[in-house]
């Protein structure tokens, strides 16, 4: 019998991970419509654009390079999953990291119930988009602090909603 110690094991999750996204990523992703725009519209010096997810690193960023889209998010916002971290916390970690750098005012654009959970657990704003498998009526059911159909057509709405929640990071 083999050991592998648990960071082995995480080294090589995060290897098949990446593996695995590079060779289906091409095919099955796709961008959807006013994604690059929203995140352009939102580049500003007033707000930090992060990444809070379950995903993997390595499966992150292919997921970024793949879309494009990786130069609107500031590096040391972003945070991915570690081997076996739940969702919360991830967020925990992010939200420690982000105080720790004297911001506060996080929103959290999701799309789906967990990520509204998530941002009520770390008192945080949250924007839902119905982007995803859940609709705007079954993510409305969740009580979000906005709640949005897309991005395509919503950044005045989100910017509004911003500026009165006075977000330091999104």
């Known amino acids: 019998k083999y050991s592998v110690k648990e960071n082995e094991l995480e080294i090589i999750i995060e290897k098949l991970d990446a593996l695995s996204e590079l060779s289906d990523n091409k095919s099955s992703f796709v961008t959807l419509?006013?994604?690059?725009?929203?995140?352009?519209?939102?580049t500003s010096k007033f707000w930090i654009q992060g990444i809070l997810t379950g995903n993997t690193s390595n499966r992150t960023f292919a997921k970024l390079q793949h879309a494009s889209i990786a130069n609107?998010?500031?590096?040391?916002?972003?945070?991915?999953?570690?081997?076996?971290?739940?969702?919360?916390?991830?967020?925990?970690?992010?939200?420690?990291?982000?105080?720790s750098q004297?911001?506060?005012?996080?929103?959290?654009?999701?799309?789906t119930p967990y990520d509204i959970e998530v941002a009520r657990e770390i008192n945080a704003k949250?924007?839902?988009?119905?982007?995803?498998?859940?609709?705007?009526?079954?993510?409305?059911?969740?009580?979000?602090?906005l709640s949005i159909?897309?991005?395509?057509?919503?950044?005045?709405?989100?910017?509004?909603?911003?500026e009165m929640a006075?977000?330091?990071?999104?």
């Open 33 to 42: 419509p006013g994604v690059s725009n929203f995140l352009k519209s939102f």
């Open 72 to 99: 609107y998010f500031n590096q040391d916002y972003i945070f991915c999953c570690k081997f076996n971290e739940k969702r919360i916390d991830i967020a925990q970690r992010a939200k420690k990291y982000i105080v």
């Open 102 to 111: 004297r911001l506060k005012n996080i929103v959290i654009v999701g799309d």
């Open 126 to 145: 949250v924007i839902s988009v119905a982007t995803g498998k859940f609709s705007k009526n079954d993510l409305e059911t969740h009580n979000p602090d």
């Open 149 to 162: 159909r897309n991005l395509k057509f919503s950044s005045k709405k989100v910017y509004k909603f911003l």
């Open 166 to 170: 006075e977000a330091t990071i999104l």
